[in-house]
């Protein structure tokens, strides 16, 4: 691995795999699964990573009874556990037939049988159970409206659990008196687990209140029937309640530990390597806009033979949509970096969702460098009109710099690389 200016993209593309790799279910999964218990075992789950976490349960386990909700694409062969697949992140019918058989699936145990839960993110739009009163078209429309809105993720799912039968703590609730195992791959920033998936094993203590609250902040638009059920009783289970004392809930991945393989990594090649967190959120173009201004500060600096600096973070970014582009967070926020850069020499960098999807695109995310906007120019593409339109994949893809991993089967958020190369003499 080369960090130098004929070297720059294969690097952080390498660097990206790596915190991939390590997040990969087979690979971190069989450590953390306890001996199977006897009696009856049920495995259910749901999440872009949960069918490869399945996957890595049967090969420890042998096949296993179970259902697992998974996004379109992300199956994975089990010999016991049913995969359905179902949309994200919107959600659709498939989703909520099989959220239904799953509750149908925990309905019957006992305090003798055992419940292993595999969460990990997406697992929002694939539990799909909408409150009495509110449809699946209902609740796709405020779903859509939500990613729109640039609301971070936990506020989402603040009102995401309130408009459901499963979400915060609910299918948890469900099984009881059973045993429940829960393990979860963290997508958000904290690794709460209440907000991996919108917490359906974790008992919440939001309110009604908390939920028309974030509509009211981010200017939400709501059907009156979501309106209506948000005055009126939810299902979500405080803490406490005696319905989860046999719940354990555990985080078997997280951000944090991708971005210190690719740092590992990257040090081992000789870079400087500048931890910026593992749980960064905001609008996507304002932190690229903070970042180009670090990056270009740390790059004033530099003399030649100086080690290259590695810029690392995570978390969950978010767009507002204003335009009616397609884009995603890490690739906005390459676009709105390369716009800040301005060409500046020595700078490359990348920005990718760890599961392969940036926004509903299936795309991971981009990559840039001191040549972008010049290439763009060249090309007859207007970067600052893509990025008012919201439409960074589509300029990403008319220079051919778009990063397409296909489905990566585990999901440990965003992975953000900003590369400072010294200057040559």
Known sequence: MRFDETGAKSALRKLFDRAVEVADPMRMMPAQLPLKPTGRVVVIGAGKASARMAEAVESVWGPCEGLVITRYGYARPCKGIEIVEAAH???????????????????????????????????????????????????????????????????????????????????AAAAHPARMLALMISDVPGD???????????????????????????????????????????????PGDPRLSTVENRVVAAPAQSLEAAAILATAAGADVRLLGDALEGEARDVAAAQAAQALALRAAMGPGDKPILLLSGGELTVTRRGDGIGG????????????????????????????????????????????????????????????????????????DQVITGPTLTNVNDFRAILILPPSG
Do not use: Y
């Open 192 to 238: 709460d687990p209440a907000f991996i998936g919108s917490g359906p094993t974790v008992g919440d203590p939001s309110t009604l209140s908390d939920a028309r609250a974030v509509l009211d902040r981010w200017s939400i638009p709501v059907p009156p029937s979501v309106t209506l059920a948000l005055a009126q009783g939810s299902g979500v289970v405080p």
């Open 89 to 171: 992140p919107v959600p659709d019918a498939a989703g909520a037939k099989a959220t239904a058989r799953m509750v149908d699936l925990l309905a019957g145990l006992g305090e003798g049988d055992f419940v292993l839960a595999l969460i990990s993110g997406g697992a929002s739009a694939l539990l799909v159970a909408p409150v009495a009163g509110v449809t699946l078209e209902e609740k796709r429309a405020v779903n859509a409206a939500l990613l729109a809105s640039g609301a971070p993720i936990d506020r989402m799912n603040t009102v995401r659990k309130h408009l459901s039968r499963v979400k915060g703590g609910q299918l």
């Open 329 to 400: 967070p890490n690739a906005e926020f390459c676009l709105a970096l390369a716009l800040a850069l301005q060409g500046a020499k020595g700078i490359h960098a990348l920005a990718c969702d760890t599961d392969g999807v940036d926004g509903a695109a299936e795309v991971a995310g981009a990559i840039i460098g001191p040549d972008t906007l010049t290439r763009a120019g060249a090309a007859d593409i207007d970067a600052a009109k893509a990025l008012s339109r919201n439409d960074a994949h589509c300029f990403f893809a008319g220079l051919g």
